[in-house]
Structure formats: C-alpha cells, structure tokens
C-alpha cells in the first residue's frame, strides 16, 4: 500500500531564510512524487513533480525538491521564503503504474514571518 | 489548454436535502477524474474516481455516489445530506502519469 508522511505539522521560517517542507513515502514499486500548494478556501495547486530522471527538480515560484531513494524521501526547498508562500503544503505519490491513484500527505502548514 | 470547473463555489443545504456537485474538464480527452474531501483544512480522503464514461470507483462506503455520464464530466450526488457530509470537495482530473490539477472546490455546509 501506498503512504505519504509529513512529518511537521507546522512549519515557521523568518522571511528571506531558506525553508524545507518535509516528506516521506511508501511504495511497493517506482514511485511518481508530486508537491501541491493550497492557499485558504482554494483548490491545491500544482508546484512540481517527479517522475524520472534528475533527482533534484526545480518547480513553479522558485521551489525545488530532491528525490532521495534511498530515504525514501522528496523534501520540498527554497532558498529564500516569501511571506506570500504562507499556505498549505501538500506532498502525494503515486506508483508508476497506470490506475494507481494518488496519496496525499496530511499536509504541512508554512508559515513565513516578516 | 485545459481547464476544470468545479460549481457552485459555496453551498448551504438542509439536513436530508439532496445534492448535485458538478465537475468539467476541457481541452482534453479521456482523462482519469476524481473526487475528494477536505476536512477542517487538511488532508484530502479520496471518495471517487473514475478511468473512463460509466466507470466509477467508490473508495470509501458512505452517504455519497459520483457518475460520469460524458468523458468529461463528473458529477457528486447525495439523496439525503447528513450533517458529517459537510466539507470542502474538490475535483481533479490528470492523464496516465502526469499531475493531477484540482477545480477551486466546493464548501458545502450541512445545516
């Protein structure tokens, strides 16, 4: 079975501060990894992904994310927070098998401070 | 380029009522349609999804049924609303591997 773990309820970084938003997944098989941002009242929308490839993918409003196998992990990165990336984060997997469908983490509330 | 629409953006509904939530994609065929539930603000529970017209997955037993009776469209229903089935739904749509993209969603309270 699939499983996606976000470790940090929360998370508060100073503005201007490089932030990290933690994740882990469980897959039987190759997994597909996906971060999504949510701001209040709002769908999730879609900030980067990992498929294949690169291990280190670069994403929308200067996010970035590492795919580490070995710790099963793809934490979500940016060099510098905005005080308008305050929102909720998301990470999901899929297995790299048609049909499969995604697993959303429970979420991880960002919170950057002027 | 593809958009989903997801209405009404808000609704308000009497216990026992029914209800009709409607989903749209355009500018793509055939693709794979969901729908999800977000409480208080959190995690996302997957209730439906659906891999092509008349073909619908249920993954959690509940008050709720969804159809898709064109490719494109999904629709949310409910003969009698409970109290518990209030929540903020959301739709989504991807293709075989790709992303999922989400409508802007529904907050539906049950009074």
């Known amino acids: 079975a699939q499983s996606v773990a976000q470790p940090e309820d929360q998370v508060n970084v100073a503005e201007g501060n490089p932030l990290t938003v933690k994740c882990t997944y469980s897959?039987?098989?190759?997994?597909?990894l996906f971060w999504y941002v949510q701001y209040p009242n709002r769908g999730l929308q879609f900030l980067l992904k990992?498929?294949?490839?690169?291990?280190l993918v670069k994403g929308s409003y200067g996010f970035e994310a590492e795919f580490n196998k070995s710790q099963t992990s793809f934490h979500l990165k940016k060099p510098s927070a905005l005080v308008s990336d305050s929102a909720l984060y998301f990470c999901?997997?899929?297995?790299?098998?048609?049909?499969?469908?995604?697993?959303f983490g429970p979420g991880t509330r960002l919170s950057v401070l002027p | 380029s593809q958009t989903i629409h997801q209405w009404p953006a808000t609704l308000v509904q009497p216990v026992g009522s029914p209800l009709s939530l409607e989903c749209t994609v355009e500018?793509?065929?055939?693709?794979?349609l969901y729908w999800y539930r977000q409480a208080a603000g959190r995690g996302l529970q997957l209730l439906f999804y659906?891999?092509?017209?008349?073909?619908i997955s249920s993954e959690v037993p509940q008050n709720l049924s969804a159809s898709r009776p064109q490719d494109r469209q999904f629709i949310l229903s409910s003969k009698k609303l409970l109290l518990s089935d209030s929540g903020f739904y959301l739709c989504?749509?991807?293709?075989?591997?790709?992303?999922?993209?989400f409508g802007q969603g529904t907050r539906l309270t049950v009074v």
């Open positions: 897959v039987s098989g190759n997994p597909y």
């Open positions: 500018g793509t065929s055939n693709p794979n």
């Open positions: 999901a997997v899929r297995e790299a098998s048609y049909g499969q469908n995604f697993v």
């Open positions: 990992y498929i294949t490839g690169d291990n």
């Open positions: 659906s891999v092509g017209i008349g073909q």
């Open positions: 989504a749509w991807n293709l075989q591997s790709g992303e999922a993209f």
